[in-house]
């Protein structure tokens, strides 16, 4: 007779009387309706600790850090976070394949959109694609670093824009500087600092700030129409999120996707031209799914350790980039009309 219920696997009795098969039906009820009970406990428990962890979430994102190293801190777990919902295999096979260069000092890699780098060679924003330096050693990275410190490395990017600059092809020389965003969402923001204003007509220079920094940017408009454009950048200067700066705050013509330096007052999606939604395909609700068209184009480095040659690194544009280029009417170069696969 084998226990009912949920009994006991491979408990058995064979020849035995009913009191001793009563008993073992007892035992088997009692076991079940134990097991029941710790099973709801254990869920019991599991809410209970997620609701916890949930409230604390909350609790962390309501109470933003005044101190910027914190500020930091904070951003760089929540990329971690981000990072580890990501398989490595997965990503380990994405970077290889976008290699573009490898020796014994350096590997040079397609920076895929989204993937947060830090403490490296040198810096790329998270939402930032294109060529991107590593080195094997610390001791190289240093000197990968003073290469671009002492502006040693030529650097293009590619961007398309909402709205076309005027004029067409020029330098942006404006010092910029962080600053905290007052109102119902504080934040910080680069911004520009200008060593000149307009008074009755004249320029007027003046007193520019201890903790601002100089920032220069080259650029040239590669195609463009009425709503957008697409554009060639050249940082002269290295400066945190200066293109986004210069281009949204000095050009008044942002990067498209670019959420954060769209609208100074606010973190907002980017709003847009209704006639630019309807070519990307778009309502404006769904805005805030644009990712961020900015593109690190071309690196020259110059020689470095036993490579006694400069060193000439170029990066096709993402698919994403090239669709929407064609969407928005604007021209290309012909060896990136089909874009990067892998990015």
């Known amino acids: 007779m084998a226990a009912p219920g949920c009994g006991v696997p491979g408990l058995r ?3 035995a009387g009913q009191p001793l098969g009563s008993l073992v039906t007892l035992v088997s009820r009692l076991f079940c309706s134990a097991a029941a009970s710790s ?3 254990d869920a019991q428990r599991l809410a209970e600790r997620l609701r916890a962890q949930k409230q604390e979430q909350k609790t962390k994102k309501e109470s933003v850090p005044t101190n910027p190293v914190q500020r930091r801190v904070r951003e760089l777990v929540r990329f971690t976070q981000q990072l580890q919902r990501v398989h490595p295999n997965v990503l380990a096979k994405a970077l290889s394949r976008g290699i573009l260069h490898q020796d014994k000092d350096l590997v040079v890699i397609n920076k895929p959109y989204g993937l947060p780098v830090h403490h490296l060679c040198h810096r790329l924003d998270k939402e930032t694609t294109g060529v991107m330096v590593l080195a094997w050693e610390k001791e190289v990275a240093h000197q990968v670093q003073e290469l671009f410190r002492t502006r040693q490395v030529a650097k293009k990017y590619w961007a398309i824009t909402v709205r076309a600059p005027v004029p067409s092809a020029g330098v942006v020389d404006i010092p910029i500087i962080e600053k905290e965003v007052q109102g119902r969402q504080q934040h910080h923001k680069m911004t520009l ?18 903790i601002a920094h100089a920032a220069v940017t080259r650029y040239q408009v590669l195609s463009s129409t009425l709503s957008s454009a697409f554009m060639e ?18 050009l008044d013509c942002p990067i498209l996707g670019d959420h954060k330096y769209s609208d100074w007052n606010k973190l907002a999606p980017q709003k847009l031209p209704v006639g630019t939604l309807k070519k990307l395909g778009l ?3 769904k805005a805030r799914h644009i990712p961020l068209h900015l593109h690190a184009r071309q690196l020259i480095l110059p020689a470095l350790g036993s490579r006694r040659e400069e060193l000439n ?3 096709r544009l993402p698919r994403f980039f090239v669709r929407s280029l064609r969407r928005l009417g604007l ?6 009309e089909n874009g990067d696969d892998e990015a």
């Open 283 to 285: 309502e404006q609700s």
């Open 13 to 15: 009795i064979r020849g």
């Open 313 to 315: 690194l170029v990066c």
């Open 193 to 210: 600092s200008p060593s000149y204003r307009m008074d009755r007509g004249k320029m007027v220079k003046v007193r520019s700030s201890r």
């Open 331 to 336: 021209e290309m170069p012909n060896q990136d």
């Open 39 to 41: 099973k709801s406990l």
């Open 233 to 250: 950048l050249q940082p002269i200067t290295g400066i945190k999120h200066q293109l986004r700066v210069h281009l949204s705050f000095g």
